[in-house]
């Protein structure tokens, strides 16, 4: 089995709304009053969205390089595996297919639960089962054919960006309250390192794009463009929102709301039925964050078992005769996702996940620098502009990122590393058993 006969379906719009779909989840909506509390002024608040954005923009514009001249499936473990060899890559990819991947779409599963029995007053109980529901629904449409999730990823793309729109506009218009140099009147020290971290934490997502470069039309000019359009995207719905929400709220109910003030504000736009409709759209937007992680996560099983560099390879690396999906591979995803979603730690594993994939993000940043020097230049593939500093952006956004975890989550640091060395022994009985 080979990664090529994999179907290539996936243009521009569809790999774009991927992109979009993976990272605009419910940060957006969650994250606002954490980064006004963490800077203390409505100003600074704004500036940390921006910085946030410009690392995200650096690292997208740096990765887009990278993957257009290793237009494969498999995104970040394959740049890896590419760059510095089986060993690294398949401990990149351990990580993400075992605490990262499931640990995201457990987690997302049960915020759609928790949502959506809100919306409907259904019984706290149902709140698991209705998030397991959700992750076997999208499993199953994805199973049929990523030009299925393709289509449902496209239109609730589509339907997330509706309600942010409607704040984004009407906030703008119908909102009079000064957007600049509000207190967030917070007792809470300043900490804009914190609040950065945050607005990072909110982007992440935008490189599991390029877990389906192998199925998509043309890869090595789509996918960068792709990365960079999305990215785009993101970051002016999340400033915009951001502007909104402190035209019609003052800085200090925002904090005060919590994640409840997006609702609040539609409320007060929109009257009562404003605060349901962003509920719900809130609600897509969860949805649509999920489905983007179940289509592009089981490809790293997949391209990991193609090269024989997983347990089972020979199983993970079948594509179903009919569907052409990796249907086996998304299954493991499945039920490992399940599983922590019913011992309920989802958000802390995710936390746990985040660290160690940021440590080879930082590898796949500085593989541009040693990509130019092996592979012969081509003038027609995508190269990152204002190279060196871009990647240099990138790498030192990532330090930030790996530092400040180390300082404020010690414990969380220390069982993401345990996690990433269990590979190691896994990865000699792989690589013993192909050699025998």
């Not at 997208?60 to 089986?86: N, Q, R």
């Not at 500093?389 to 990138?394: C, G, L, Q, R, S």
Request: aromatic letters at 12%; a positive charge; proline letters at 5%.
């Amino acid at each position: 089995m080979t990664k090529t006969e994999l179907k290539q379906s996936i243009g521009f719009i569809t790999a774009t709304a991927i992109v979009v779909g993976t990272v605009i989840g419910s940060g957006i909506f969650m994250k606002p009053a954490v980064v006004i509390e963490a800077t203390g002024n409505s100003t600074f608040a704004l500036l940390a969205w921006i910085i946030g954005g410009i690392i995200t923009l650096a690292s997208g514009l740096t990765i887009a390089e990278v993957s257009s001249k290793i237009p494969e499936t498999g995104g970040l473990y394959v740049y890896i595996e590419k760059v510095y060899g089986k060993f690294w890559g398949f401990l990149c990819g351990w990580v993400q297919i075992i605490i990262y991947g499931p640990a995201v779409i457990g987690a997302l599963g049960l915020y759609f639960g928790t949502l959506f029995a809100g919306i409907f007053s259904l019984p706290k109980e149902s709140e698991l089962w209705i998030g397991i529901m959700a992750v076997l629904f999208l499993s199953v449409v994805n199973m049929l054919g990523s030009q299925f999730g393709g289509i449902v990823q496209s239109v609730l793309t589509a339907a997330k960006l509706l309600p942010i729109f409607l704040i984004i506009v009407f906030g703008v218009v119908k909102g009079n309250v000064p957007i600049f140099g509000m207190d967030s009147g917070s007792s809470q020290a300043i900490n804009f390192g914190a609040a950065v971290l945050a607005t990072l934490w909110a982007y992440d997502g935008w490189m599991n794009v390029g877990f389906v470069a192998g199925e998509m039309k043309n890869p090595a000019k789509t996918l960068p463009k792709a990365i960079i359009t999305g990215i785009l995207i993101v970051m002016f719905a999340y400033v915009a929102v951001n502007v909104a929400l402190l035209h019609v709220l003052r800085a200090d109910d925002i904090v005060a709301l919590g994640p409840n003030a997006a609702s609040e504000a539609a409320t007060i736009l929109f009257g009562s039925f404003g605060g349901k409709l962003i509920a719900i759209g809130i609600l897509i937007s969860i949805f649509g964050c999920l489905n983007g992680k179940v289509l592009t996560f089981p490809r790293m099983p997949l391209a990991m078992a193609i090269d024989g560099l997983f347990p089972l390879a020979r199983y993970f690396s079948r594509i179903h005769p009919k569907w052409r999906t990796p249907v086996l591979a998304t299954f493991m995803q499945i039920t490992i996702a399940i599983i922590m979603m019913l011992l309920g730690n989802a958000d802390r594993l995710t936390d746990i996940a985040i660290f160690s994939v940021f440590l080879f993000y930082g590898f796949a940043f500085y593989a541009v620098f040693l990509l130019r020097k092996s592979l012969p230049s081509n003038e027609q593939l995508y190269r990152v502009p204002f190279y060196p500093f871009t990647p240099i952006v990138a790498i030192v956004g990532t330090a930030y990122i790996i530092i400040s975890t180390a300082l404020h989550a010690p414990l969380d640091t220390f069982l993401s590393i345990v996690v990433t060395i269990s590979g190691i022994p896994v990865y000699y009985i792989v690589t013993k058993k192909r050699q025998g």
